[in-house]
């Protein structure tokens, strides 16, 4: 029970690695607060659905409130919530930049900003932002996604700095996955994934609950003293 008595919010809660890490936060003790603009696949105890576009600015404010109201506290945010619209740079349109910019990276910002100091207010607290494999070496026609993932490394790193500068620990990760088994990759077709799996040191693909538990890791004490970083879970992967 590494996470007995805490509040998490988990966005992007209801399918794929959120639906994981919502899962076993909850199997640890944890009361989480699974947001998600789309329905859940499965229930879990411990495990409350909220819908939440996480690009909606006054919407995530008032999950904010509601949260902090019911909790009190809320000890852990994972800005997990991305998409992918690939496209070569000279295909990418507006449409397709904009909307990975606005879910990858401000939806990131739109609950940090509100659950960050309210961390900070409470005396600590854990943010983990998934980043991906692709934020770190980038990848042929995502450069919309790229963009969004090595930003979220930024954010991270400067909340890390922003929200302990008065000595309160709180505490701001980012994971890098690398290829996932989830529904994010169906539209990828399966000769590449094979690729990808070859070029990893592992020679396979992960799971959902193999970034569950690199997230419980960051959430919980057990990383009391690992703030500012990336963890890289991947499988021994370069892009
Ligand atoms: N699966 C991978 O291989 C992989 C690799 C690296 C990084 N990631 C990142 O991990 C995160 C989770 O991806 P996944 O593989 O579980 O994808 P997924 O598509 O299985 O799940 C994503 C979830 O986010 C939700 N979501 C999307 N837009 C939202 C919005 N605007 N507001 C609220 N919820 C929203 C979806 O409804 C869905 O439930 C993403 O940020 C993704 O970029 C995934």
Known sequence: MRLKNKTAVITGGARGLG???????????????????GDPANAYQNV????????????????????A??????????????ITRDAMTRKMTDEFWDLVIDVNLKGV??????????????????IINISSVVGEYGNIGQVNY??????????????????????????CNAIAPGYIMTDILKTVPQELLDKFAAQTMLGRLGQPDEIAKAALFLA???????TGTVLSVNGGMRL
């Open 69 to 82: 109201g019911k909790s009190k506290k809320i000890d852990i945010l994972v800005n997990n919530a991305g």
């Open 48 to 67: 409350e659905n909220y819908k939440l576009n996480v690009t909606d600015v006054e919407a995530c404010k008032k999950f904010f409130d509601y949260a």
């Open 109 to 126: 910002f739109n609950l940090t900003r509100h659950i960050g100091p309210h961390m900070e207010e409470a005396g600590g607290g854990s």
């Open 19 to 37: 639906e994981a890490m919502a899962k076993l936060f909850a199997a640890e003790g944890a009361y989480v607060y699974a947001c998600d603009m």
């Open 146 to 171: 790229a963009a969004s993932k090595s930003g979220v490394i930024g954010m991270s790193k400067t909340w890390a700095k922003e929200f302990a500068r008065k000595g309160v620990p709180v505490r």
């Open 220 to 226: 919980s004490d057990d990383a009391s003293y690992v």
